[in-house]
């Protein structure tokens, strides 16, 4: 039996340490990085190239240059990794720069030229047409080795890090995620087979912590849910930046306590905030006086200008400092973080 498009990749589930090898046996840690996850499909499965995104949509025509470099590939291969660009400009991966290579049309080859794109491997779901889903990862993982050795695969096809030591993988958790396009690690039992669709990897992402102000939240202004963050640019304009998590009750409750309503100046007054991230839906919010400083935590999936991508989390009230104190909203072009 051979795999064919739409294929639900594997999933992995948020943790904040690495889960035990009592529990998972002898673990492997990949580098995760900042991408679109995709699956490849060679000819003749396909009868072209495929390149799948995680929803089940083709994207192929977005990016020619990989199409064209398919011929490295052997036929009846299925390749599950994550797509990424590299802005010629910054010379540094840019999720930027993927976004507008994944919505392009006729620009696709002008595109492809100052946002080239390159495809990490990290695992093979079929091999010569032989579909190779119930074999450990152990394995999956020797032959995705091989087949990089045996073709000599080179750009835009890489082999994405891995390790089985623990030490060498936290290095890569405190260092490497420094990098633009590293966001941390995904923990993976060596002994599992490929579940399409089920959650059973482990996400662990690098977090910084900082700080924003508070110029909206939804619920109400009793038992806020969620803040909606910002911070000032240069000309002293509050930039949205992104927004938290479910507020904890007591959170909610400190938060309540300090919350000031909203005068007429409020700089959001015509703004919509989506709901969720890539939604049309808006949130229905409540604009505050942007007095208050959050300190969050987050990860490295940061748009230029200090965007945050995925919800951030809540830590505490800064009552210590005032809103001018917290960090300014980053206008300088041609970086993601």
């Not at 035990?20 to 996850?37: I, M, N, S, T, Y």
């Not at 049309?105 to 190779?132: H, K, M, N, W, Y």
Request: with cysteine.
């Amino acid at each position: 039996m051979t795999l064919r498009p739409p294929v639900e990749p594997m999933l992995a589930r948020a943790v904040e340490a690495v889960p035990g090898p009592g529990v998972l046996g002898q673990l492997a840690f990949e580098q995760k990085f900042d991408g679109c996850r995709t699956l490849l499909f060679t000819p003749p499965t396909a009868g072209e190239l495929v390149i799948q995104t995680r929803r089940g949509r083709q994207i192929q025509q977005r990016f020619p240059e990989l199409t064209a470099a398919a011929e490295q590939l052997p036929d009846g291969l299925v390749l599950d990794g994550e797509l990424l660009t590299w802005d010629m400009t910054t010379g540094r991966l840019s999720f930027e720069g993927l976004r507008r290579r994944a919505a392009a049309g006729g620009s696709a080859r002008g595109l492809a030229a100052a946002l080239p794109a390159c495809f990490i491997a990290f695992d093979v779901l079929q091999q010569d047409d032989t579909e190779l889903l119930h074999h450990p990862y152990r394995q999956r993982r020797l032959r995705l080795e091989a087949l990089f050795a045996a073709h000599r695969l080179t750009a835009p096809w890489t082999l994405c890090p891995m390790t089985t030591d623990l030490l060498r993988a936290e290095q890569w958790l405190e260092s490497w995620t420094q990098i633009t396009g590293l966001e941390g690690l995904v923990v993976k039992a060596m002994n599992q087979p490929y579940q399409p669709g089920w959650r059973g990897w482990y996400e662990l992402r690098h977090r910084d912590t900082t700080e924003a102000i508070i110029g909206a939240i939804t619920g109400t202004p009793t038992r806020p849910q969620l803040l909606l963050l910002g911070r000032r640019d240069a000309h002293g304009i509050l930039r949205p930046t992104g927004r938290t998590a479910p507020l904890r009750p007591e959170a909610a409750r400190l938060i309540a306590e300090n919350l000031t309503a909203a005068d007429p100046t409020h700089p959001w007054t015509d703004m919509l905030f989506a709901s969720p991230w890539g939604s049309r839906d808006t949130l229905d919010m409540t604009l505050v006086h942007p007095e208050l400083v959050a300190e969050i935590s987050a990860d490295t999936a940061i748009d230029r200008g200090g965007v945050h991508r995925h919800p951030v989390r809540f830590k505490r009230l800064r009552l210590d400092i005032i809103a001018e104190e917290a960090p300014l909203f980053d206008t300088s072009p041609g970086t993601d973080r």
